[in-house]
C-alpha cells in the first residue's frame, strides 16, 4: 500500500527551527500535499498544504521538492505549544503513514 | 472550534452490539471523511463521501458502513462489535477534496467492552 513516510520522533529546543520531512515517492500528479497537527487529546488540525510550490502561513512553511517525491514542514521557531504529532497526508488519494511526534524543550 | 460536529461525544457499548456515529461538517462543505485512531495505532482512513456518493475507500472493516445524506451530514455504522473497535473516531469535512484544507471535528471515542 501507498504510504508516507516520516520519522517516528524529533526533538527540537525552544525557539529553535524544527524541519519535518516526509518522503512520498508514490505521489500522483494530482495529489497535493497537506500537513496536520494533533495535539494531546484533541482532533488533528490544518497547517498548510501546497502542490507543487512552495507554501508559507502564519503557522509554517512547506517546501516541496522539485519531482514532488518528498516535502519538508518547516515550524520557524518551536514553541512549548506546537509539541504534536505531525501527520503529512496527500490528498485527494489520502496517503499517510504514522506521523513523526515533536517533543519541544524549554 | 473547527465548524465540525461529532456526537455522542462518548460511547461504552458491548461486544456484538452495533453503534451510529453521526457527524455534522461545517456549512458549505461537500466532502466527509471518516478515521480511526486506536490508543497504539496512528490515524487510519476509513471512507471519503462526497455530495452523498462515496468517493475514496480505505481500511473499512466489512462490519462498518457509511453513508452521507441529503443535508451533507453523515452516519458511520459500526457492527458486530469487538474489543478491538474502541477508538476515538474523527470526522472531517471540506469542501471539496485535495486542494482544499480538512476540517476535523473532536471525535467520538469509542469503547467496547
Redesign the interface.
Known sequence: DAKTTQPNSMESNEEEPVHLPCNHSTISGTDYIHWYRQLPSQGPEYVIHGLTSNVNNRMASLAIAEDRKSSTLILHRATLRDAAVYYCILYPSVTFGGGTRVLVKP | D?GVTQTPKHLITATGQRVTLRCSPRSGDLSV?WYQQSLDQ??Q?LI?YYNGEE??K?NILERFSAQQFPDLHSELNLSSLELGDSALY?C?SSVT???N???????TRLTVL
Not at chain 2, 101 to 107: I, L, S, T, Y
Open positions: 473547527s471523511y496512528g490515524l482512513f471519503q468517493r475514496a480505505g474523527f472531517a477534496g485535495g486542494d484544507e480538512q476540517f476535523f471535528g473532536p471525535g
